[in-house]
């Protein structure tokens, strides 16, 4: 798959970063064929990419993110910030107070994603109109 994905010798604009977060998920990439499918593991899903999208901005509380991901149900935005946290891309800080404060920001490693996000947006910008979609 990476040899028609990739075949170039050529090194990509993004390839530092993408080394950085490819290297942090060594467990991950045991499990697949390509580099690249580490990547789309990470972030695949309609939320993913939207959760890193607002935690970059800085962190959130549960309910502010709610928020802001209008159209998320309770039960899918915990069950992508558990994976996200599993994956080492969030952190969870639970401040043990009563009421309950939980706070979660993006990890150096979920921070490293940023440039596929832009070099994603820059795509769908440029491209986006091009694409077929089905009915």
């Known amino acids: 798959m990476c040899e028609i994905l990739w075949p170039y010798e050529q090194t990509w604009p993004y390839?530092?970063?993408?080394?950085?977060?490819?290297?942090?998920?060594?467990?991950?990439?045991?499990?697949?064929?390509?580099?690249?499918e580490v990547t789309l593991e990470v972030?695949?899903?309609r939320w993913k990419v939207m959760v890193i999208y607002w935690l970059l901005r800085?962190?959130?509380?549960?309910?502010?993110?709610?928020?802001?991901?209008?159209?998320?149900t309770h039960r899918t935005l915990a069950k992508q910030l558990k994976e996200?946290?599993?994956?080492?891309?969030?952190?969870?800080?639970?401040?043990g107070e009563i009421p309950?404060?939980?706070?979660?920001?993006l990890t150096e490693l979920?921070?490293?994603?940023?440039?596929?996000l832009l070099a994603m947006h820059?795509?769908?910008?440029?491209?986006?109109?091009?694409v077929r979609r089905r009915e």
């Open 15 to 36: 390839e530092q970063t993408a080394s950085t977060v490819l290297e942090d998920t060594v467990t991950m990439a045991e499990h697949v064929g390509c580099p690249t």
């Open 43 to 45: 972030i695949s899903g």
């Open 58 to 72: 800085g962190e959130r509380r549960f309910n502010q993110l709610q928020r802001d991901l209008a159209g998320i």
């Open 84 to 95: 996200m946290e599993a994956d080492g891309l969030v952190e969870r800080r639970d401040y």
């Open 100 to 105: 309950p404060r939980v706070e979660y920001p």
């Open 110 to 116: 979920g921070r490293s994603l940023e440039p596929v």
């Open 122 to 130: 820059a795509w769908a910008e440029r491209h986006g109109g091009e």
